[in-house]
T-cell receptor, first 113, second 109 residues
Framework: GAGVSQSPRYKVAKRGQDVALRCDPISGHVSLFWYQQALGQGPEFLTYFQNEAQLDKSGLPSDRFFAERPEGSVSTLKIQRTQQEDSAVYLC???????????FGPGTRLTVT | QKEVEQNSGPLSVPEGAIASLNCTYSDRGSQSFFWYRQYSGKSPELIMFIYSNGDKEDGRFTAQLNKASQYVSLLIRDSQPSDSATYLCAVLTGNQFYFGTGTSLTVIP
């Protein structure tokens, strides 16, 4: 079946702009995770949803970052007033169960100029 | 101390050899362990997961877990040039997955 999809694949934003990144998880997957991956680093946890509930947002780096999953399926990661240090690949992953293996989407590469 | 530590490499092995990738983790309460492969410019792809002490084999891949030593490894037998990638170790602790920085593997034809 279809895997995790993310859009856009690439986004260039001017410093100070707001951006919204979308994730469509694998159908039926209850758990959804967002990660930030800088060049040469492993993915860093941002936030976790189980269905529509955001159970952990401890990894969000500042209050400019906001994530939602209102109907327990598609999720959006929003970054307000983007800064250059926000430039990274943002990965979404879904899992069929809490604590189960995760499957990643292709990522969104965000470049803030 | 980082939650998950990996040697960044690069690790180079000749084609057909065994590649051994290692990972240590800091939290004794960690309950599940995963290996992902990431090609340059691509997203991580799940290779294997292991929950219990011992070995788990899947084709050319073997994951080994030693909870007493807080150590996870991945062995790749009969390494192929297509195995050249960065290998990420991930550990589930509570609700959070912690990833290492990855080990870069190059298989030389």
């Amino acid at each position: 079946g279809a895997g995790v999809s993310q859009s856009p694949r690439y986004k260039v934003a001017k410093r100070g702009q707001d951006v919204a990144l979308r994730c469509d998880p694998i159908s039926g997957h209850v758990s959804l995770f967002w990660y930030q991956q800088a060049l040469g680093q492993g993915p860093e946890f941002l936030t976790y949803f189980q269905n529509e509930a955001q159970l952990d947002k401890s990894g969000l780096p500042s209050d400019r970052f906001f994530a939602e999953r209102p109907e327990g399926s598609v999720s959006t990661l929003k970054i307000q007033r983007t800064q250059q240090e926000d430039s990274a690949v943002y990965l979404c992953a879904s899992s069929g169960s809490s604590g189960g293996e995760q499957y990643f989407g292709p990522g969104t590469r965000l470049t803030v100029t | 101390q980082k939650e998950v530590e990996q040697n960044s490499g690069p690790l180079s092995v000749p084609e057909g050899a065994i590649a051994s990738l290692n990972c240590t983790y800091s939290d004794r309460g960690s309950q599940s362990f995963f290996w992902y492969r990431q090609y340059s410019g691509k997203s991580p792809e799940l290779i294997m997961f292991i929950y219990s002490n011992g070995d788990k084999e899947d084709g050319r891949f073997t994951a080994q877990l030693n909870k007493a030593s807080q150590y996870v490894s991945l062995l790749i037998r009969d390494s192929q040039p297509s195995d050249s990638a960065t290998y990420l170790c991930a550990v589930l602790t509570g609700n959070q997955f912690y990833f290492g920085t990855g080990t870069s593997l190059t298989v030389i034809p």
